[in-house]
């Protein structure tokens, strides 16, 4: 206390004139009013500098938060794409489809484990039977199809990655639905082939390729990637084309698993019409 009393002493003089010059400066701020608008937007400029930087510090720290955030809206938008009658529902969608009649569910999942330099690939998910969750259920991220699960345990799935040799998914071309089947020839992470495709299809570069609806598994419609370059088969009937995906295989992580309601129902019949 008698260090701060001889501190003022000492300085008593400079701390008049900063006294003075604060009243000074505070009367000449409330009488002009030029000075007065200067005073209010510096300030404004100082603290919304302040607010600024606090809010990115504080959305650093939400940012796994706010991508959950989007990550959940992206579910329910696809579920609303899929199923066009839940748009009109005033309630938000959940993955419980039970009640509103929806075809399709869609959970979320995270990869934890993802293989694509071999030439049978698959991936891990977090979730499994204890979420309802089967074999033959397609998974896609917001870009486009991932692959088919192919086995479940209690706490985790396996998918079948579209970067596996014996993937076979129904595909067709965005502009002309002609249908055709996906495969991989175990060549590039980037490229995959559309074989089986009629000779009389407008193929084109540069065209979109998506899934063709024809299974219970995946949607009609959902991306898959863009013709690279196609070449007719040996025997003249059909093309092979070569579909850039728009999906980076190599760099997963967020992705959905799409459930069709009435997927066992239409197994069901299909496997007796072939017995």
Known sequence: MQQIINFVIRNKNFLLFLLLFGISLGLTIQSHSYHRSKFINSANFFTGGIYERANEVTTYFTLKEQNQQLFEENRRLRS?????????????ITLDTSS????????????????????????????GKNDSITEDMGVITSKGIVGIIDNTS???SRVLS???????????LKQSNHIGSLRWDAKSSEIVQLVDVSKFAPVKVGDTITTGGQSAIFPKGIPIGSIVSFDIDPGGDTYTI???L????TSLYHVYIIKNKDASEIKALENQLSE
């Open 80 to 92: 609303q794409i899929f199923n066009p009658s839940d748009s009109l529902q005033k309630e938000p």
């Open 162 to 172: 579209i970067l596996n040799s014996r993937s076979r998914i129904n595909a067709q």
């Open 242 to 244: 070569s579909v850039k």
């Open 154 to 156: 209690a706490n985790y």
């Open 246 to 249: 728009f999906n980076d295989m």
């Open 100 to 127: 509103t009649g929806a075809l399709y569910r869609f959970n979320k999942a995270k990869v934890i484990n993802n293989n694509y330099s071999l030439s049978k690939n698959y991936l891990t998910l977090n979730i």
